[in-house]
């Protein structure tokens, strides 16, 4: 099945500083999701990028499907950035997310 | 409000006793999703239905059981025979499967 492998695995910021995440998978995707999860364990959506580019405030991500990959931005990161980040794909006609391990961002004030 | 709760937020049970976990969506969203997530882990599919009254195992199934009698709810049942329970189970729902999915606060349990 899509292996999807996510780097670094873990990333230490001061705030304010900019952070590139990365997410690759093995095959051709119809979805690519990605989350943040908060220190209290909520998942959050932050996009829905199965190609192209889109923004949101101080993140923004772009996907290159016929590279498999996908980059997570954050600009100016603050201390509530904190926490892991997730990408999730789907393909074919599999219904089902398959997850990343996530990279696990502390941002320090 | 729109969205999906859990409940309840923390759970203790004794080994032996089964548990049921209470997921709810008002999206009017047709599929749902049990995922358990282990410390330091991604997360793993339980059990996902795509419409009412039909559901599907998903890759660690065993020791669990579901039911989707109406659109808006999808319990999660730990049985005694899931051999290691402790873990933060979440539910998620989206308009159909296959796209975006939105979750829950999740439940955390924990049995001893």
């Known amino acids: 099945g899509i292996q999807v492998e996510q780097s670094p695995p873990d990333l230490i910021l001061q705030e304010g500083a900019n952070s590139t995440l990365r997410c690759n998978f093995s095959d051709s995707v119809n979805n690519l999701q990605w989350f943040h999860q908060n220190p209290w364990g909520q998942l959050i959506n932050l996009f829905y990028i199965p190609s192209g580019t889109k923004q949101n405030g101080r993140l923004s991500a772009t996907t290159v499907a016929t590279e498999r990959y996908s980059l997570l931005y954050i600009s100016s990161s603050q201390t509530t950035d904190s926490g892991v980040y997730f990408c999730a794909v789907n393909a074919g006609n599999n219904r089902k997310l398959i997850w990343g391990l996530g990279t696990s961002l502390a941002v320090n004030p | ?112």
């Not at chain 2, 997360?43 to 599907?56: E, G, K, P, T, W």
């Open chain 2, 1 to 112: 409000d729109g969205g999906i709760t859990q409940s309840p937020k923390y759970l203790f049970r004794k080994e032996g006793q089964n548990v049921t976990l209470s997921c709810e969506q008002n999206l009017n969203h047709d599929a749902m999703y049990w995922y358990r997530q282990d410390p330091g882990q991604g997360l793993r599919l339980i059990y996902y239905s795509q419409i009412v009254n039909d559901f599907q195992k998903g890759d660690i199934a065993e020791g669990y059981s579901v039911s989707r009698e109406k659109k808006e709810s999808f319990p999660l049942t730990v049985t005694s025979a899931q051999k290691n329970p402790t873990a933060f189970y979440l539910c998620a729902s989206s308009i159909t499967s296959g796209v975006e999915q939105y979750f829950g606060p999740g439940t955390r349990l924990t049995v001893t």
